[in-house]
């Protein structure tokens, strides 16, 4: 009888176990596993309930592998003026120490939703996107352990394709807003990137790099060619707000070597050295995005065993980066004789010559410091959404 029930409590015990205590490794998940990963988060929920999550794809690189985003907040559709802050990984493919952050903070947002305040709140006040991985075909050429180089950065062409170069950096590949000819190469993962922007209104947007350990904003592109000349946005005040917010919550963001000179682990992007057709100055000037690249880690693709290092020291600064996407201001374009929201306004700001856009339901959103502003809407054409 005894022994019997022994058997029972301890059977009971182990089942509960496994239930309760799976918790995300600190190891590199394959496309496969990343996939799976982000099925499971998706069947999970806090115990109120009130997170809600969705898996989708903004597309398939030409190999066929989904480009997965997982969305979650606390608050419903209706809501109005919830910003949609993103956060994407693993853009080159051998910088992949953000795409497992960003695995480790979905977990992490699940786990302490009604349990912790500060989480509660961020989740009751955004709306997160988040992308792991924008280059997987790179990640699963790329190799555990080497810091430096190239092998896995690029994206591969469609032998097929009319393409001459066989290697593209998808961080040189977007329209840039001084580099006039648009040269950008129709490759699918700059596509998919672009027409999830033309989808979805994001105010706040972080890129998650590798190689070297500083908080870098907009502009990385320049009217000037030299490197070590700042180019600056019209919210350089902004940018560098929300770079601080960054470097300054981190504790080791302070350059990688003697050769570096990151005041306060924050730098304009061209001043460290000047590139174009990147994708933080297409998030800006195309979308009205305020989109940084944080560099997390001097090593590219370090071992496993220093992932829990990373996670600790980009957790606090994630998480207070995305609460700024509550700052500033938020409203609603309407048109006053339908009374209908309009979409794609153009909102501007005097003084800071950029066009930010409203989004299909006429919310507009604008990080700004604390001050006086005069806003400015532009409707060229009232485009409502239909009812
Ligand atoms: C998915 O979750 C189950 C348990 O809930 C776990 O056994 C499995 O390892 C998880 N898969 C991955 C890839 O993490
Ligand atoms: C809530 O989460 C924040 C962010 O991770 C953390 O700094 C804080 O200590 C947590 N609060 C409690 C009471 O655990
Ligand atoms: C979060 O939202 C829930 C539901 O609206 C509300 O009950 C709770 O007080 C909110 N908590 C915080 C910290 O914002
Ligand atoms: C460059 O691309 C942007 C965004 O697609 C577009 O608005 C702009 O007109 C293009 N410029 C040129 C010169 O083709
Ligand atoms: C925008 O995304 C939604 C899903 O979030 C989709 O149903 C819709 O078709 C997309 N619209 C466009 C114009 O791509
Ligand atoms: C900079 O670092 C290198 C190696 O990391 C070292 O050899 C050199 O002496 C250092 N220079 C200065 C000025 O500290
Ligand atoms: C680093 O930059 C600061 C501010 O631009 C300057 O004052 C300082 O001299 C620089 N230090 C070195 C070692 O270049
Ligand atoms: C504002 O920016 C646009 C394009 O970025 C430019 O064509 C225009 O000349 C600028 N206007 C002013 C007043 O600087
Ligand atoms: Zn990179």
């Not at 003697?258 to 998030?283: C, K, V």
């Amino acid at each position: 009888m005894i022994a019997a029930k022994n058997i029972l409590i301890t059977t009971c015990c182990f089942i509960m176990f496994a239930a309760r205590c799976y918790c995300l490794e600190f190891e590199y998940h394959s496309n496969e596993e990343l996939e799976q990963v982000l099925r499971n988060f998706s069947t999970q929920t806090d115990d109120a309930g009130a997170v809600k999550t969705e898996l989708y794809s903004i597309g398939k690189t030409y190999k066929g592998t989904e480009l997965w985003v997982f969305e979650l907040t606390a608050t419903d559709d209706e809501t109005l003026g919830i910003p949609n802050v993103k956060l994407v990984g693993n853009m080159h493919g051998n910088e992949p120490v953000g795409r497992e952050i960003l695995l480790h903070l979905i977990e992490y947002l699940l786990d302490n939703y009604n349990k912790n305040e500060t989480i509660t709140w961020l989740l009751n006040n955004t709306r997160l996107h988040i992308l792991p991985s924008l280059n997987p075909d790179g990640f699963a050429e790329a190799t555990e352990g080497l810091c430096r180089g190239n092998n896995g950065r690029f994206v591969r062409v469609d032998p097929e394709s009319a393409i001459p170069e066989d290697l593209i950096d998808l961080n040189r590949n977007f329209p840039d807003p001084f580099y006039h000819s648009n040269l950008t190469f129709d490759i699918t993962e700059s596509t998919c990137l672009m027409k999830w922007m033309e989808n979805k209104t994001f105010s706040l947007s972080a890129a998650l790099h590798g190689g070297e350990l500083v908080a870098n904003y907009p502009y990385d592109s320049s009217t000037h060619a030299a490197d070590g000349l700042p180019s600056r946005t019209p919210d350089d005040d902004v940018f560098q707000y929300l770079a601080k917010i960054y470097a300054s919550n981190h504790p080791n963001m302070k350059g990688c070597s003697n050769l570096t000179n990151f005041t306060d682990g924050i730098t304009n992007g061209a001043e460290w050295y000047s590139f174009e057709r990147g994708m933080g100055d297409y998030n800006y000037a195309y979308h009205g995005c305020m989109e940084l690249t944080f560099e997390i880690s001097c090593c590219k693709y370090p071992k496993a065993k220093e992932l829990p290092r990373y996670w600790n020291e980009n957790l606090k600064p994630l998480l207070l980066f995305i609460m700024q996407s509550n700052t500033g201001v938020t409203g609603q374009i309407y048109d006053y004789l339908s009374n209908k929201p309009i979409a794609k306004a153009r909102v501007m700001v005097a003084q800071r010559n950029v066009t930010f856009w409203s989004s299909w339901n006429g919310e507009y959103w604008r990080i700004l410091l604390p001050g006086e502003y005069t806003l400015k809407v532009i409707c060229i054409q009232t485009l409502f959404i239909p009812s």
